[in-house]
T-cell receptor
Framework: GEDVEQSLFLSVREGDSSVINCTYT??????LYWYKQEPGAGLQLLTY?????DMKQDQRLTVLLNKKDKHLSLRIADTQTGDSAIYFC???????????FGTGTQLKVEL | NAGVTQTPKFQVLKTGQSMTLQCAQD?????MSWYRQDPGMGLRLIHY???????DQGEVPNGYNVSRSTTEDFPLRLLSAAPSQTSVYFC?????????????FGQGTRLTVV
């Protein structure tokens, strides 16, 4: 099947920028998403990007998409302790909002 | 607005037992889906539905049944629970409107099969 891959862990200091990377194999992806999951909670949509865009900025979040390399990244500026969570990238193929998720990246923000 | 509501939040089953995980949404969304989350594997799609009366299989459908008799409800049935079905289950819903791309997730059901 189609794969979405992420590194498992990232540790940053408070105030630094965090960059979480994701690669995917399905070139027919229409939308690519970033979700955040806090302990014991469901998934919260952070942002998404349409496949014909290469960048999207939303306050502290910047999403970069390189379609040629099938690489997606999420940059969090001025990372805070409240940003500590698991971050999932996901892609959507076709209709029905069927999503393929990556394994998730655990972000730890240290003081 | 309650959003997506899943019940129960926690459940322990014995091998071979059956049960139904409930999912309800009050946003009049056409699309609903079930995922399971396992450590190191992200979320995997079990079954999904694009509207009342229509369901289809996802990536890992074996051992699970679904039905969609109303727009609001999308229950997931385990007919004969196995330890391999120990997982956290998430239900999600979203709109068919192309301008509404967010999938809303429930809080999850943590299932343990012993």
């Amino acid at each position: 099947g189609e794969d979405v891959e992420q590194s498992l862990f990232l540790s940053v200091r408070e105030g630094d920028s965090s960059v979480i990377n994701c690669t995917y194999t399905d070139s027919s992806s229409t939308y690519l998403y970033w979700y955040k999951q806090e302990p014991g909670a469901g998934l919260q949509l952070l942002t998404y990007i349409f496949s014909n865009m290469d960048m999207k900025q939303d306050q502290r979040l910047t999403v970069l998409l390189n379609k040629k390399d099938k690489h997606l990244s999420l940059r969090i500026a001025d990372t805070q302790t409240g940003d500590s969570a698991i971050y999932f990238c996901a892609n959507q193929r076709g209709g029905g909002n069927k999503l393929t998720f990556g394994t998730g990246t655990q972000l730890k923000v240290e003081l | 607005n309650a959003g997506v509501t899943q019940t129960p939040k926690f459940q322990v089953l014995k091998t071979g037992q059956s049960m139904t995980l409930q999912c309800a949404q009050d946003m009049n969304h056409e699309y609903m889906s079930w995922y399971r989350q396992d450590p190191g594997m992200g979320l995997r799609l079990i079954h999904y539905s694009v509207g009342a009366g229509i369901t289809d299989q996802g990536e890992v459908p074996n051992g699970y049944n679904v039905s969609r008799s109303t727009t609001e409800d999308f229950p997931l049935r385990l007919l004969s629970a196995a330890p391999s079905q120990t997982s956290v289950y998430f239900c999600a819903s979203s709109s068919r409107d192309r301008g509404q791309n967010e999938a809303f997730f429930g809080q999850g059901t943590r299932l343990t099969v012993v």
